[in-house]
């Protein structure tokens, strides 16, 4: 079971799946979005995700063209998921949000071209975009 909070308390959500993937997105809308240099992304099936407490969001559009709704508590401002057009059937938690991170372990990078040049490779697997 995931399960994990904004920074206030308001918004809390959990999961009783398996995270599909966890990877670390170096993008720059991620990076504005968490406020450093890279997001750490857990992701997993949508139908899995309950939520308690009002979400807020915001669209942007990927490179890709793509667009990913972004969902923050409207009361301390946390990102707690990335919702890609690309795919409703899965929702990525920002892993800093779960209430235990001691399971995270990346499986690989995406986006390493807009990578801060500061960061060190972290995962084996690194994408210069996004591999799917």
């Not at 099936?45 to 979400?55: C, R």
């Not at 972004?70 to 401002?77: D, H």
């Amino acid at each position: 079971m995931l399960e994990g909070q904004c920074l206030c308390g308001q918004v809390s959500y959990s999961s009783n799946a398996d995270p599909l993937a966890t990877m670390i997105c170096h993008c720059k809308n991620c990076q504005r979005q968490s406020g450093a240099a890279y997001s750490v992304n857990v992701v997993v099936p949508a139908n899995t995700v309950t939520t308690k407490g009002e979400l807020k969001s915001f669209v942007d559009q990927a490179d890709s063209g793509n667009t990913v709704e972004r969902q923050f508590c409207g009361t301390c401002g946390s990102p707690i998921f990335s919702m890609p057009s690309s795919n409703a059937d899965i929702a990525i938690i920002k892993g800093g949000t779960l209430n235990d991170t001691s399971s995270l372990q990346p499986g690989g990078e995406v986006w390493c071209d807009s990578a801060q040049a500061w960061v060190k490779p972290i995962a084996e697997a690194r994408f210069p975009k996004n591999p799917g």
